[in-house]
């Protein structure tokens, strides 16, 4: 072991004061829950992708995972895998989904999560990445299949650079996962819901109540829950006892059905507007 990775094992777990710890502190204050809209870079072109960035901020996003699409999304369902690759066939690429981040910037300090798989992020290079990701002013970083044991690569780079790497968590997480995700855990924690891919089963609030209060009185950072949401109640529930609720596969299905750019657009802001309403409606735990 390297005395980089040494001292890597042992640092303690802080959450970083930049916008993402600045946002969730401020919903903090207002006894809210985070709603984080996940999309899906270059569904129906990065031109509309820009449109729905500045619409979901609008309509209340409080942080904005921003899918890199790959072609092979082993977490992801049949939702996310088919609007990844028309997201490929629209040319979308790593470069250009940050160059779509700097344009943001310019018009939002919302918090961007990069979400994608460690192919094309490792194949960009972790130092590369790293300081691209920094100058493009995204905030964290989430590689879904890269766990805390191997993650050293991006992760510490991200760090220096004051970005956040976050880690999955989820039903079938051992009392040992917990702890070592913990114990790394940057930005916020992602709960995955429901055993399996995304957008196939549908989120039990009732089900993860208990662990995810238990995760969350343990953890340096919030913890947000993923997967299987879809409606305002789910939201409401998920409110009460988490930090974030986060909704993807949702979305996605709107744009996959939507009959123009503008119809998908408008619907996905209608619903975007309803689901973070309901993170408003919250009974602290």
């Known amino acids: 072991m390297t005395a980089r990775a040494r001292a890597a094992e042992s640092e303690p777990a802080t959450a970083s004061e930049g916008r993402l710890a600045r946002r969730f502190a401020m919903l903090r204050e207002r006894d809210e829950a985070a709603f984080v809209p996940f999309v899906m870079s270059g569904d129906r072109?990065?031109?509309?992708?820009?449109?729905?960035?500045?619409?979901l901020v609008e309509a209340g996003a409080d942080v904005i995972e921003l899918g890199v699409p790959?072609?092979?999304?082993?977490?992801?369902?049949p939702v996310l895998q088919r609007a990844a690759t028309?997201?490929?066939?629209?040319?979308?690429?790593?470069?250009?989904?940050?160059e779509l981040v700097v344009e943001f910037r310019r018009r939002s300090d919302v918090p961007i999560v990069l979400f994608g798989?460690?192919?094309?992020?490792?194949?960009?290079?972790?130092?590369?990445?790293?300081?691209?990701?920094?100058?493009?002013?995204?905030d964290a970083i989430l590689c879904v299949d890269t766990p805390p044991e191997e993650?050293?690569?991006?992760?510490?780079?991200?760090?220096?650079?004051?970005?956040?790497?976050?880690?999955l968590l989820a039903p079938t997480s051992t009392?040992?996962?917990?702890?070592?995700?913990?114990?790394?855990?940057?930005?916020?924690v992602y709960f995955v819901s429901v055993a399996g891919v995304t957008g196939v089963k549908t989120a039990d609030p009732g089900a993860i109540e208990a662990l995810v209060s238990r995760i969350r009185r343990r953890?340096?950072?919030?913890?947000?829950?993923?997967?299987?949401?879809?409606?305002?109640?789910?939201a409401r529930d998920l409110s009460r006892f988490s930090d974030a609720v986060i909704v993807g596969s949702h979305f996605s299905k709107i744009f996959e059905d939507?009959?123009?750019?503008?119809?998908?657009?408008?619907?996905?802001?209608?619903?975007?507007r309803e689901l973070k309403a309901a993170t408003r409606r919250r009974t602290s735990p």
């Open 117 to 138: 798989y460690a192919n094309p992020f490792f194949r960009y290079g972790p130092e590369r990445l790293a300081d691209a990701a920094a100058k493009a002013g995204v």
């Open 70 to 77: 790959f072609s092979d999304p082993m977490a992801d369902g």
């Open 175 to 188: 009392p040992a996962r917990i702890r070592r995700v913990l114990s790394v855990a940057g930005g916020f």
């Open 219 to 234: 953890s340096p950072v919030p913890v947000g829950v993923g997967f299987g949401i879809s409606t305002p109640g789910q």
């Open 258 to 272: 939507a009959s123009d750019d503008a119809e998908a657009v408008r619907e996905v802001v209608r619903s975007a």
């Open 45 to 55: 072109g990065l031109d509309t992708t820009a449109t729905l960035l500045d619409e």
């Open 151 to 167: 993650a050293d690569e991006l992760r510490l780079p991200l760090r220096d650079r004051g970005l956040d790497m976050i880690f």
């Open 86 to 98: 028309r997201a490929i066939s629209a040319g979308t690429t790593l470069p250009r989904v940050l």
